[in-house]
Structures are given as C-alpha cells and as structure tokens.
C-alpha cells in the first residue's frame, strides 16, 4: 500500500514552546490529509481535516489557534502544536487519502504517529 | 465523535487458536474497515468491505458485515504471536465527506 511518514517520531519539549509535525505521502498525491490524536489504550479521535490548498475543518472542541495545521503540498501537510502544555502530551497520528475515481472508497493510509512529551 | 464499538475490550488466546472480534456501528455506512496498530505505531489497514458486500478474506482474515444488525465481525485464524496488537473498526458513512469513525479497539494478545 502506500506510505506515509511522520517526522519526528518522538519529541520532548519543555511547557511553552511550539512544536511541528510533518506528515508527508512518500508515493501518492493526498487531496486530504486528516490528523488524530490518540491516549493511551483510547481510540483515535480526529482532531482536523484538512485539504491541500485550503483552510482545515476542525473538529468541535479543538482549538484551531493551538493547533495549526498547514497543507500546503499534495504530498505534506504539518501540525504545529503552539504553546504546549503537559495536557497536550499525547499520540499524535495523520492520515492520508489517495486521490481516486470513487471519493467514498479510497482508503486511508495511516502514518506511524509522532509521540509528544510536554514537561 | 464515536461510531463503532468493538467488542471484546481485550482478548486473550493461545497461538494457534482463532480470535473473534466484533464491532457494532449506530448509523448507515458506506463502507466498513479494520485496523491494526501494534503497541505505540501508527494504524495498519487490514480490510475494507463495503456496504454491499457481506464477507471478504484476505489470508488468514475473514471479515463478516451485515447491515441489518449493524454489526461487522474480524475473525483471524491460526493466530501467532505476531498478531499481538490492538483492533479497530472504522466506518465511513455515506453523508460524510471521508472522514472515518473510529470504535474504541480490541487488544488481542496471543500467547505462544
């Protein structure tokens, strides 16, 4: 299937300071990337869609101006966590859906998550 | 929020058995697709089966759906120790642009 990264893996950062994630599609063009947060033993909880060249569609209860997300390429888009806080230590997961003829029965390829430690 | 619910929360079993695993969904569907992501990884797509459809395989994977009980069920055969993850169903529903509803996962673990 295809691939998608995420860099970094794992990221340590102190209280206050902003922190970006990159996801990228390593071999197909993704109209739409999506971005999850996950806890431990919890499922996934999708934080924002977003569609390259526009403005991402937050979910209720995220905070847009904490979370910024730009996709700015067909194949990356970045999460940047902004002032972060112990609280917003967590699993953090994009997605990736291939371009396709039928929009409702492209898969989504996940990337490997980025874990985020906020002191 | 929210769609699919699988059950059981965790399973345990020896290698070589067959686990079982369900996931009941409340609305519609477009299509219906399993899940497997390992201890701190990103998510592995299994399965995809569409609302039409009522079974599909895929190596050792039997997927069920039906429509009428809004319930899908993951069966894998002959487990191994490899298998070791958690499970989750996703829905994707005909009126929403794309976005997939995560159910809350199975941890299987297979004991060699």
């Known amino acids: 299937g295809a691939v998608v990264s995420q860099h970094p893996s794992r990221v340590i950062c102190k209280s206050g300071t902003s922190v970006k994630i990159e996801c990228r599609s390593l071999?197909?063009?993704?109209?739409?990337m999506f971005w999850y947060r996950q806890f431990p033993k919890q499922s996934l909880m999708l934080m924002a869609t977003s569609n390259e060249g526009s403005k991402a569609t937050y979910e209720q209860g995220v905070e847009k101006d904490k979370f910024l997300i730009n996709h700015a390429s067909l194949t990356l888009s970045t999460l940047t966590v902004t002032s972060a806080h112990p609280e917003d230590s967590s699993f953090y997961i994009c997605?990736?859906?291939?371009?396709?003829?039928?929009?409702?029965?492209?898969?989504?390829?996940f990337g490997p998550g980025t874990r985020l430690t906020v002191l | 929020s929210q769609q699919g619910e699988e059950d059981p929360q965790a399973l345990s079993i020896q290698e070589g058995e067959n686990a079982t695993m369900n996931c009941s969904y409340k609305?519609?569907?477009?299509?219906l697709q399993w899940y497997r992501q390992n201890s701190g990884r990103g998510l592995v797509h299994l399965i995809l089966?569409?609302?039409?459809?009522r079974e599909k395989h895929s190596g050792r994977l039997r997927v069920t759906l039906d429509t009428s009980k809004k319930s899908s069920s993951l069966l894998i055969t002959a487990s191994r120790a490899a298998d070791t993850a958690s499970y989750f169903c996703?829905?994707?529903?005909?009126?929403?642009?794309?976005?997939?509803?995560f159910g809350r996962g199975t941890q299987l673990t297979v004991w060699p």
């Open positions: 997605s990736a859906r291939d371009r396709g003829e039928s929009f409702y029965y492209n898969e989504q390829f």
């Open positions: 071999d197909f063009q993704a109209t739409t």
């Open positions: 609305t519609s569907i477009n299509n």
């Open positions: 996703a829905t994707r529903r005909g009126s929403t642009l794309g976005r997939l509803y």
């Open positions: 089966i569409r609302s039409n459809e």
